[in-house]
């Protein structure tokens, strides 16, 4: 007779575990996608020889303080252009440059800056025009 009480009783606490722990996620709202203080960024601009004014092509563009990978490589014309999640209060881009390609258009200094966006940047999704010049190696 023990044994059978003693399982009735943990049956019971069992059930009635399985049942607290359900009613514990009832009032939890699911939320999916991007968190609300995330905004997205089309990135635009061009990269070009500080010496002579010239586009550079093969440098890899990258947003450093994006969510998830924001990685771009300039055009033959030295344009880039990326989508990158930032956080929106943040308020600035940190943008490296570096010249992955070797010698064939020339040898760079990586070069890494901070740009300051403005709200309105944000709200538009859109930072464009942005003009980089690299010294040569």
């Known amino acids: 007779m023990i044994p ?5 009783l943990l049956k019971f606490l069992m059930r009635m575990l399985g049942i607290g722990s359900v009613a514990l996620f009832m009032g939890c709202p699911t939320k999916y996608g991007a968190p609300e203080d995330v905004a997205l960024m089309n990135v635009e601009g061009s990269v070009v020889s500080q010496d002579s004014a010239k586009a550079i092509a093969g440098i890899e563009v990258d947003v450093v303080n ?8 300039s055009n033959v014309n030295g344009w880039f ?11 600035k881009l940190n ?3 570096k010249d992955i390609d070797g010698e064939n258009n020339g040898s760079f200094q990586t070069l890494d800056t901070t740009l300051q966006i403005t ?3 944000i709200k538009a999704g859109e ?3 942005i003009h980089v010049q690299m010294k040569r190696n």
Request: hydrophobic fraction near 35%; glycine fraction near 6%.
């Open 4 to 8: 059978s009480l003693r399982f009735r």
């Open 66 to 73: 994006s969510f998830g990978s924001a990685t771009s490589l």
């Open 81 to 91: 252009y990326m989508d990158a999640e930032i956080y929106m209060y943040d308020y």
């Open 95 to 97: 943008l490296s440059f």
């Open 119 to 121: 709200y309105g940047d």
């Open 127 to 129: 930072k464009k025009n």
